[in-house]
């Protein structure tokens, strides 16, 4: 498994018990995944976690050359290792159900199935973060005020659709390159690469542009269903990533044109 972060502890976003000071704050969090499938089975191509801090109260105005924002991508190197993925997602996901305001995933309710719908090696312990945010995520309109809001950047705050489409009704541009359907047939295309051992053939980078791109979308859409993010129209994803994210992809996020262009 590859791992790109900006974290100083990057399984504990939240804080760590080895830091002596731990100024608290409030979190958005929002995952992004990416799927292919081989043998009929899903395969975890791409995870990435996005942790943005937002104003207990009020909204904060989101501007590309100030953006700020920590994020952790998986990526496999080889078949067979969507569990081990699956597995730190889930310990990431224990902890943001406690520690983080928000959780914000698009299309949650579909990523979350699948992860539980995954087969567990023998004596692998059943995913307690992923199953305790499936189950919010079916009511999410209430909660116990000590675990994390849960939203669905598609459904409640739409249009429902693509990440991208949404995005563009919000006033986001979407990074061209990571949009539409052909974010999903670019995964398909690098997992059956991975199958046939032609890892040469797709580019890491773009993988981890796409779907850090998603993450940081569902994040910003996520902000602002709950009031605490705004921007004026419009907001480059691209600027965003480049600001804060451009060694996860340098082949890409220095030349990648928008969706104005």
Wanted: hydrophobic share 45%.
């Amino acid at each position: 498994m590859r791992e790109l972060t900006n974290l100083g502890w990057p399984e504990t976003p939240f804080g760590s018990v080895t830091r002596p000071v731990q100024k608290p704050a409030n979190w958005l969090t929002a995952l992004s995944l990416l799927w292919g499938e081989a043998d009929n089975e899903p395969v975890l191509m791409a995870a990435a976690a996005v942790f943005m801090k937002i104003h207990r109260t009020r909204s904060w105005p989101v501007f590309a050359p100030l953006a700020n924002f920590g994020y952790r991508v998986l990526l496999p190197d080889a078949m067979g290792e969507t569990a081990v993925i699956v597995k730190q997602l889930d310990v990431l996901l224990v902890q943001a159900r406690r520690k983080a305001q928000v959780i914000a995933l698009h299309n949650g309710a579909d990523d979350l199935h699948v992860l539980q719908q995954l087969p567990r090696a023998e004596g692998e312990a059943r995913h307690p973060g992923v199953n305790a945010v499936a189950e919010a995520w079916k009511n999410r309109t209430s909660r116990d005020k000590s675990t994390a809001y849960c939203v669905d950047t598609s459904h409640d705050l739409g249009p429902a659709g693509l990440v991208s489409d949404t995005a563009t009704a919000h006033g986001l541009e979407p990074v061209k390159s990571f949009a539409g359907a052909q974010q999903q047939a670019s995964a398909q295309e690098a997992c059956e690469a991975l199958a046939e051992g032609r890892s040469a053939d797709f580019s890491a980078d773009a993988l981890a542009g796409s779907v850090l791109s998603s993450a940081v979308t569902t994040a910003l859409l996520g902000g602002k269903h709950v009031g605490r993010l705004h921007w004026y129209d419009p907001l480059s994803v691209y600027d965003v990533l480049a600001e804060v994210a451009w060694e996860v992809a340098p082949s890409l996020l220095g030349d990648v044109p928008t969706t104005s262009s």
